[in-house]
């Protein structure tokens, strides 16, 4: 009866559009179609139709605060929307999915004009009519049509197999949740899987980040693709994309360059929409600024979205409470404001050297003939005179060391050894590519296998500086013509910074 009927039919929509989106708008036209193929139930299809539509305004703009152009294009593969985040084949095939209820429908028509014409009696130009459907009728029988229909169906299941799940896409996306649980064996573990030449900048800035999280950025970043502009993302090389709002905010945070970060998050706002983790982002920052009212504000939005209200009633409940409470979120709201900068600077053009430079209170125009501490005003927490460089903000050191490796500044790699070795036990070995790079800067031709120089004057490991003569005589036979020279580089070295140093390649290894 329509008691029960409407009702459920409303919450099949409401249920089909939250877990597929815009295609409960296919189901409801169908089912309107269905009940419109009899003139007498007419109101009842449009009554259908209509709550079909009205169903993503009613979910989206008032259940999710969506925007209208949002909510009428979630999950949509034509027109406006997500789509052009979708690669050209993947979104062909999706459009393919969407257009299978319209064969179909379309097929039910022609089957029953098929059946009407069968049992026609007229003459003239019916008849004709009943020519050109008895023609169209050898290719709709029931068994070649069923046949033909399930042929698609299991077509279109494969092609959407093979790639709307590719299993980069796949893996992409295992990438990116470990790194918002701060799993980052689990981030190395699944980049291992995508293809070298699948890599993508934030594919290698995910990397980057799990490096240092494990302890390994300096010892195996060239063990995987790398390139400059994917250690920040804030370079103008980096294309504009949903992913980079986030992963720039959470890297600067991480660093410790909250304004950066709160610039970027407030982007992610603007651009992608109140995702909560943008909001949690900007309350956490307000926080460390002391700005609590403004996280109050940040976190009631937060509360509205779904499955977000008790995330943010219990952070709603620790900003009232002192911010050197044990609670581990306001322990990362207290790290940030001890490593934070008072001085504002003007940003005309993003540069990740000037950036982490000025985290670590650094100069642009030359490194501080002494390891003097920054001054005061620049940090909230109060010098080390033993390392006054480093122990503030080891990020910063290893992913400033880590562009200048990118970059092929040996120079300046060897003006901050002395960091490191303030920044642990003085006997403590240098990471693997820093010793590398010290090798590269001592021997400036790499056809030189004379290293005693660079052993007196560094403390650089026996393996390093045979790693470096077996380069050495590779490259002296791909110089000579050698086939076998260029597989036996990427066999053995692919994953050392002499052939990054030399042909700007990494992950050949792989």
Same mark, same amino acid.
């Given at each position: 009866?329509?008691?029960?009927?409407?009702?459920?039919?409303?919450?099949?929509?409401?249920?089909?559009?939250?877990?597929?989106?815009?295609?409960?708008?296919?189901?409801?036209?169908?089912?309107?179609?269905?009940?419109?193929?009899?003139?007498?139930?007419?109101?009842?299809?449009?009554?259908?139709?209509?709550?079909?539509?009205?169903?993503?305004?009613?979910?989206?703009?008032?259940?999710?605060?969506?925007?209208?152009?949002?909510?009428?294009?979630?999950?949509?593969?034509?027109?406006?929307?997500?789509?052009?985040?979708?690669?050209?084949?993947?979104?062909?095939?999706?459009?393919?999915?969407?257009?299978?209820?319209?064969?179909?429908?379309?097929?039910?028509?022609?089957?029953?004009?098929?059946?009407?014409?069968?049992?026609?009696?007229?003459?003239?130009?019916?008849?004709?009519?009943?020519?050109?459907?008895?023609?169209?009728?050898?290719?709709?029988?029931?068994?070649?049509?069923?046949?033909?229909?399930?042929?698609?169906?299991?077509?279109?299941?494969?092609?959407?197999?093979?790639?709307?799940?590719?299993?980069?896409?796949?893996?992409?996306?295992?990438?990116?949740?470990?790194?918002?649980?701060?799993?980052?064996?689990?981030?190395?573990?699944?980049?291992?899987?995508?293809?070298?030449?699948?890599?993508?900048?934030?594919?290698?800035?995910?990397?980057?980040?799990?490096?240092?999280?494990?302890?390994?950025?300096?010892?195996?970043?060239?063990?995987?693709?790398?390139?400059?502009?994917?250690?920040?993302?804030?370079?103008?090389?980096?294309?504009?994309?949903?992913?980079?709002?986030?992963?720039?905010?959470?890297?600067?945070?991480?660093?410790?360059?909250?304004?950066?970060?709160?610039?970027?998050?407030?982007?992610?706002?603007?651009?992608?929409?109140?995702?909560?983790?943008?909001?949690?982002?900007?309350?956490?920052?307000?926080?460390?600024?002391?700005?609590?009212?403004?996280?109050?504000?940040?976190?009631?939005?937060?509360?509205?979205?779904?499955?977000?209200?008790?995330?943010?009633?219990?952070?709603?409940?620790?900003?009232?409470?002192?911010?050197?409470?044990?609670? $581990?979120?306001? /322990? #990362? +709201?207290?790290?940030?404001? %001890? =490593? *934070?900068? @008072?001085?504002?600077?003007?940003?005309?053009?993003?540069?990740?050297?000037?950036?982490?430079?000025?985290?670590?209170?650094?100069?642009?125009?030359?490194?501080?003939?002494?390891?003097?501490?920054?001054?005061?005003?620049?940090?909230?927490?109060?010098?080390?005179?033993?390392?006054?460089?480093?122990?503030?903000?080891?990020?910063?050191?290893?992913?400033?060391?880590?562009?200048?490796?990118?970059?092929?500044?040996?120079?300046?790699?060897?003006?901050?050894?002395?960091?490191?070795?303030?920044?642990?036990?003085?006997?403590?070995?240098?990471?693997?590519?820093?010793?590398?790079?010290?090798?590269?800067?001592?021997? $400036?031709?790499? /056809? #030189? +296998?004379?290293?005693?120089? %660079? =052993? *007196?004057? @560094?403390?650089?490991?026996?393996?390093?500086?045979?790693?470096?003569?077996?380069?050495?005589?590779?490259?002296?036979?791909?110089?000579?013509?050698?086939?076998?020279?260029?597989?036996?580089?990427?066999?053995?070295?692919?994953?050392?910074?002499?052939?990054?140093?030399?042909?700007?390649?990494?992950?050949?290894?792989?």
């Amino acid at each position: 009866g329509p008691r029960v009927r409407w009702p459920l039919f409303l919450i099949l929509c409401m249920g089909l559009y939250h877990s597929a989106g815009m295609v409960s708008l296919i189901f409801a036209v169908l089912v309107g179609l269905g009940a419109m193929r009899d003139r007498r139930r007419w109101p009842e299809g449009l009554g259908a139709m209509a709550i079909g539509f009205s169903v993503p305004w009613l979910v989206g703009t008032q259940w999710h605060y969506m925007t209208a152009l949002e909510a009428y294009s979630l999950a949509w593969p034509f027109g406006f929307g997500r789509a052009s985040d979708i690669e050209p084949l993947p979104l062909s095939v999706l459009r393919l999915v969407f257009l299978l209820p319209v064969l179909v429908l379309a097929y039910v028509v022609c089957r029953e004009r098929l059946e009407n014409a069968g049992d026609s009696k007229e003459t003239g130009r019916v008849v004709a009519k009943v020519s050109l459907w008895e023609k169209l009728g050898v290719w709709l029988r029931p068994g070649l049509a069923e046949l033909i229909a399930s042929a698609g169906l299991v077509a279109i299941v494969a092609a959407g197999h093979c790639f709307l799940r590719a299993s980069e896409l796949h893996v992409r996306f295992q990438m990116v949740h470990a790194a918002t649980e701060g799993n980052w064996k689990e981030v190395l573990r699944a980049a291992r899987q995508v293809p070298p030449d699948r890599a993508d900048l934030f594919y290698t800035h995910l990397v980057d980040r799990a490096l240092f999280h494990t302890g390994r950025l300096l010892d195996d970043l060239f063990s995987f693709s790398q390139h400059p502009a994917a250690l920040l993302l804030v370079s103008e090389d980096v294309p504009p994309a949903p992913p980079r709002f986030w992963m720039v905010s959470q890297v600067a945070l991480e660093l410790g360059d909250i304004n950066l970060a709160e610039q970027w998050a407030y982007g992610m706002v603007e651009g992608v929409g109140e995702c909560p983790r943008a909001l949690e982002t900007l309350a956490l920052i307000c926080v460390a600024k002391g700005q609590k009212e403004a996280a109050r504000v940040l976190l009631r939005k937060m509360g509205k979205i779904i499955f977000c209200g008790n995330r943010a009633a219990h952070l709603l409940s620790l900003v009232d409470q002192p911010i050197d409470t044990d609670a $581990p979120w306001l /322990q #990362r +709201a207290r790290h940030l404001k %001890a =490593r *934070r900068c @008072r001085e504002d600077y003007a940003v005309q053009v993003y540069s990740e050297e000037q950036l982490l430079r000025n985290l670590l209170g650094l100069p642009m125009e030359s490194r501080p003939e002494s390891h003097t501490a920054p001054p005061e005003a620049r940090f909230n927490n109060t010098p080390n005179d033993r390392s006054p460089l480093v122990s503030r903000n080891r990020m910063a050191w290893e992913y400033l060391m880590a562009f200048y490796l990118l970059t092929r500044q040996t120079d300046k790699i060897l003006e901050h050894l002395d960091d490191w070795m303030t920044m642990t036990d003085t006997t403590a070995k240098l990471p693997r590519h820093i010793e590398e790079a010290v090798v590269i800067h001592e021997v $400036p031709e790499p /056809q #030189r +296998a004379e290293v005693a120089s %660079a =052993r *007196r004057k @560094r403390s650089v490991s026996d393996e390093t500086l045979q790693r470096f003569q077996q380069f050495v005589v590779l490259y002296g036979q791909l110089q000579s013509g050698v086939e076998s020279a260029s597989e036996a580089l990427a066999r053995e070295l692919g994953d050392t910074y002499f052939l990054y140093h030399v042909f700007g390649v990494s992950g050949a290894k792989r």
